[in-house]
RNA sequence: UAAGCAGGUCGCCUUAUCGCUGAUUUCAAUCUUUUGGAACCAGAGGAAAGUCCGGACACCAUAGUGCAGUAUAGCGGGUAACGCCCGUCCGUCGUGAGGCGAGGACAAGUGCAACAGAGAGAAGGUACAGGUAAUGCUGUAGUGAAAGCAGGUAAACUCUAUACGGUGCAACGCCAUGUAAAUCAGUGUUCGAGGGCUGCACGCUCAAGCUGAAGGGUAGGCGGUUAGAGUUAUUGAGCAAUCAAUAACCUAGAUAAAUGAUAAGGAAGUCUAUAUAUUAAUAUAGGCUACAGAAUCCGGCUUAUGGCCUGCUUUUUUA
RNA sequence: UGGCCUAUGGUGUAAUUGGCAACACAGCUGGUUUUGGUCCAGUCGUUCUAGGUUCGAGUCCUAGUAGGCCAA
């Protein structure tokens, strides 16, 4: 028993140590800077923004400039008709930002603009982590291409 | 063993990696008070919920007077205060442990009472029996929740006693940004408009603007903001609620709103499957673990909810 | 965060000061008609939930549930 903890915990270790060498330039951080907080900023965002679905989540973007030099701004949200319960909408919203947080390289390894997100869960149950995390993984591709797409055509 | 009653208590734990918020220390940059990094420490509840009561605190007169309005209601005590808690009497429900009770006044006045009944509130007088000179004069019956009685009903108006000024941290104070001390109409300056967020009147106070139309700007930051009717332990007073003394401790402060994610291990309970055993149980594998998230802060109440423990009641069975 | 309001058949509304829950439309069943429509008759209720006051509660009181509204 004791022997096979070890040897796990050792494998663990070196896969943590090849996961930071690959992605070592990435941050995984989410500080205060990159939310979303201004009203202003948030009802701009959803008059004129954009939006990608991917069933349960729904992005909504816009390309803007902001003063300081952050990447971009996330809010995230769960709608009060479909969750009733604090506890639940907490729970989404803290998955979400985490998926958020885990994936975000998959957008700024190719681009420079300043955007601002806004994550809009859909769903009417429950969701588990690994669900998010694929949606969020799918969302971030579909974005990341259409947008490329669009430098293109500009 | 089953059903039930009352009370108490806990609200999974550990490690690793990544991440969030705050305090302290330190390093670097800098417009000298901000930003970034590192270390270490701390980081949701018994109900944080509902917002049903009561306070603290802030502003409005150190919160005034009268009416109106609202709430409470045996008696005694506790408390900062309460519609809360404790004790006790009475009523009521239950076989019982126990539960519940807005439990003052109808001998101030007003209103109400379906159906039934002769008769439901102010007079009249049904049936039977008794009695008288005579009479509802007396008793009983029947109707109904209530009937010859100072009737019933106040969770009907009302009366009595007591309490309550209003608005709420989006209170309030300061800083920053921005425009418009603009336009039109009405009204007003000691003969006082209007404000002081009270339904009305009085009184006090500030007093040169105020109201409407159409239109413009901002919608950021800091303080308030967490050391308090504080928590734990011991001793004493009291039937108890609670109070007093002593000692130790410091224990969340977010603001599109922090306290999370992943992996591994463990504890307790429970369900399913397999094997042993075939009364109890044991082992292995897998699954499940409630209600629910601080938002100025406290004291209660109410509601939601997973276990565990203690005491008691009733019935049955065994000894 | 603070304040306020509403709830009656499937839908929209009534019910005077507590005394038989009413109306219209819709649905369903039956009749009339050769068939359909019209018309006629019937049917459809835990008065949001749980307690209390009362002889008696849609109405009065208390607590909850659901929905809605207002205030920078």
Redesign the pocket.
């Known amino acids: 028993m004791l022997r096979d903890?070890l040897t796990?915990m050792i494998v663990?270790?070196i896969i943590?140590r090849f996961y930071f060498y690959f992605y070592g330039s990435m941050?995984?951080?989410?500080?205060?800077?990159e939310?979303?907080?201004?009203?202003?900023l948030?009802?701009k965002l959803f008059a004129e923004g954009r939006s990608i679905t991917q069933y349960p989540i729904r992005l909504v973007y816009l390309q803007i400039k902001f003063e300081d030099d952050t990447k971009c701004k996330v809010?995230?949200?769960a709608s009060k008709r479909n969750f009733?319960?604090?506890?639940k909408r907490?729970?989404i919203?803290?998955?979400m930002?985490?998926g958020y947080?885990?994936n975000k390289h998959l957008i700024f390894n190719n681009n420079e603009n300043q955007f601002a997100f806004m994550f809009l869960y859909l769903g009417k149950e429950m969701p588990?982590?690994?669900k998010i995390s694929t949606t969020m993984i799918r969302l971030m591709k579909k974005f990341a291409t259409e947008n490329s797409n669009r430098d293109i055509k500009e």
């Open positions: 903890f796990m663990i270790s943590c941050s995984y951080k989410f500080p205060t800077k939310k979303l907080k201004s009203k202003k948030i009802d809010g995230v949200t009733k319960s604090a506890v907490n729970r919203k803290r998955l930002r985490e947080r885990l588990t982590q690994p």
